[in-house]
């Protein structure tokens, strides 16, 4: 039986910490899905809009090599994903671990037969951190 894993991320100015959650989430799953948050989730989520549009950040996901598959994210609710995808495991980064967002997808995942996999944050290296130094160095 093959394992469909989906991992879903902004993956605004790609780094080390988007390549982590891909390769460690390949090891986990036969066929890797890709998630890239849509421009409008994003600003509906964090107030702004990602410094690399959809397009090219799909693309840049796409040539790495643990990916099987891109597809855009356009949605809060990552259930709904599972509900296109129906894919048996969700990647997500640790950060969600014990918050409300994380145990409610949990649920909803077992519910359907698949599972919420958590892998850890890379906290020293984030689009945020990036974004900031780039703001700083502007000033």
């Known amino acids: 039986m093959t394992v469909v894993g989906y991992a879903s991320g902004v993956f605004d100015m790609f780094h080390v910490g988007h390549l982590n959650i891909l390769r460690r989430a ?37 040539s790495v090599r643990f990916v099987d598959e891109v597809v855009p994210d356009d949605t809060i609710d990552k259930f709904h994903m599972w509900e296109r995808l129906r894919f048996d495991v969700f990647f997500k980064g640790d950060d969600w671990r014990g918050t409300p967002k994380g145990d409610r997808l949990e649920g909803a995942l077992q519910g359907v037969g698949a599972r919420l996999c958590y892998l850890p944050y890379t906290a020293d290296t984030s689009s945020t951190l990036l974004r900031k130094l780039i703001t700083a160095e502007r000033d």
């Open 26 to 62: 390949k090891l986990d799953c036969d066929y890797l899905i890709a998630g890239v948050v849509t421009d409008d989730v994003v600003e509906q989520i964090k107030g702004r809009r990602p410094v690399v549009p959809l397009f090219e950040r799909m693309e840049i996901v796409q």
